[in-house]
């Protein structure tokens, strides 16, 4: 079946630098990559949306700036969360499509600490 | 704008049956899916529903009212390892998903 590999599956890091998130589509070609956060204990929440070769879609209150995505390929996708601050500590899980309706394949998540 | 409901946490015992309902008002319905997530773990997929009715798989079964804005997820024959949180979402007009702030399920012995 479909695999997403998200890589790291944690990271620790020092307020004010950036980290970089990878998923990488296994098996298949993800037209679309969906990036979520979840803080304990709540649902996910969509950050941003990108297709293959454009510019990411983010959703209100999500700044660009700070989360930058690129979707350089249709096997991977990257999320970097730029000048960290610890209130950005949360659980983010990226989803790839291959643009079906019912086609989303999760990664494995990453757990971000910011101290 | 777009709603989706269901309980935050539901208990239930080994061996026993469990309802899960999740209700919905999106702009726009492409289906309906129920997720299991296991604490720090991503989501794993457990059934999708776009008609109404019944999908049986194994113990888990998931019901669909589209009329009614209503689905929920069936668990037989419980097991401890189904603790976990049920995610319920929707896709949207735009096959964008739509989450649930998920139900967690404590089992016990």
């Known amino acids: 079946g479909a695999v997403v590999s998200q890589h790291p599956s944690w990271v620790i890091c020092k307020s004010g630098t950036s980290v970089k998130i990878e998923c990488r589509s296994l098996?298949?070609?993800?037209?679309?990559m969906f990036w979520y956060r979840q803080f304990p204990k709540q649902s996910l929440m969509l950050m941003a949306t990108s297709n293959e070769g454009s510019k990411a879609t983010y959703e209100q209150g999500v700044e660009k700036d700070k989360f930058l995505i690129n979707h350089a390929s249709l096997t991977l996708s990257t999320l970097t969360v730029t000048s960290a601050h610890p209130e950005d500590s949360s659980f983010y899980i990226c989803s790839a499509s291959r643009g079906t309706a019912t086609d989303y394949t999760f990664g494995s998540g990453t757990r971000l600490t910011v101290v | 704008g777009q709603n989706i409901d269901q309980p935050t946490e539901m208990t239930a015992t080994e061996g026993a049956i469990v309802q899960i309902n999740c209700t919905y008002q999106?702009?726009?319905?492409?289906?309906l899916f129920w997720y299991q997530q296991h604490a720090g773990e991503a989501p794993t997929f457990l059934s999708y529903?776009?008609l109404d009715g019944l999908e049986e798989k194994g113990r888990f079964s998931s019901f669909l009212s589209r009329s009614k804005g209503y689905s929920y997820l069936l668990l037989k024959e419980l097991q401890m390892k189904d603790s976990a949180s049920y995610l319920c979402a929707v896709a949207d007009s735009n096959y964008q998903l739509i989450w649930g702030a998920g139900t967690k399920l404590i089992i016990k012995p």
């Open positions: 529903n776009v």
């Open positions: 999106t702009s726009g319905f492409n289906g």
């Open positions: 098996d298949f070609q993800a037209t679309t």
